[in-house]
């Protein structure tokens, strides 16, 4: 997982009505119905839990440390969702014990290893790359009205693109899926999922796109007006500049929002019953 800068984060909360727009362009939803689609709970019952839940930010200095603006970040994204949310005046488990005795019923904090929400009413956990993977397939989903006529390419085989993986699946798309590290496609022998051997080749023949790696400007789109779609969640972005501002309009990006909604959503949601 690539560590966020204060750069990357920088601003994000204060312009978060301009980014929801720009989002529905594209996707025809708000953040929160994304989020609600991904964490597969209703946009009503996401509402109710809104009204219901005290939602705390806990900062944590382990490791490299605490990001500038990064709890403020996550909290902006929180209360654009509608749910009351505050950051701890202590960090780490003295923070936690503060927002634990003050009420606080879902905590939000990240190390560098992790980024998870805990609902203490449920006991539900939402981890930052699972939800972020969800979040983004079902914006991508949004944007495309169900991956017509295409297989969707899932590149990277982490954390985010193996829940994207996932979540393909539960969707029933068409899958593939490249690697770098061909050895970690061996993992992904579900039937139904292609795997890609040459990135090049790959990027030509499918039109929906997820860039779940941590490489930088390494993705060169078909130049238009070839259609392409592209989910591009985090950073670094994968695309080169050049194609990223040819497609702009077919790319969903962002460092935090889609990834903090749907853990948000999923932290909320309904157990789901074990199969
Ligand atoms: C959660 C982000 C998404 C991508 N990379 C992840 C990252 O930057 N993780 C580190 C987060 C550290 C937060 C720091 C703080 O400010 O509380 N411990």
Redesign the pocket.
Known sequence: ????TEKDVDGLGTELIIYERNLAEKTGLKLGEIAAMAGAISWEDFQGAARDYQVGV??????????GG??EAVVQIIRQLGFKGRITEKTDVNGFYEGVTKGLEIIF????AR?VALNLRTGQIAD?AIA?GRGYVAALNAMTQGFPGSEVLVLGCGPVGLACVEYLLELGSGLAVYDCDSSKLKRLHQGAIKHERNLEEAIKKYPYIVDATPASSFISLPEPPAKVFVAAP??PMGLTNKSYSQHAKNVIHD??QI?VATMLAMAVSPPRIKK
């Open positions: 997982m690539t560590r966020l806990v900062p944590i200095t382990s490791g490299q440390g605490v990001i990064f709890s904090m990240a190390d560098d980024f930052n972020t985090g950073v460092p935090l990834g």
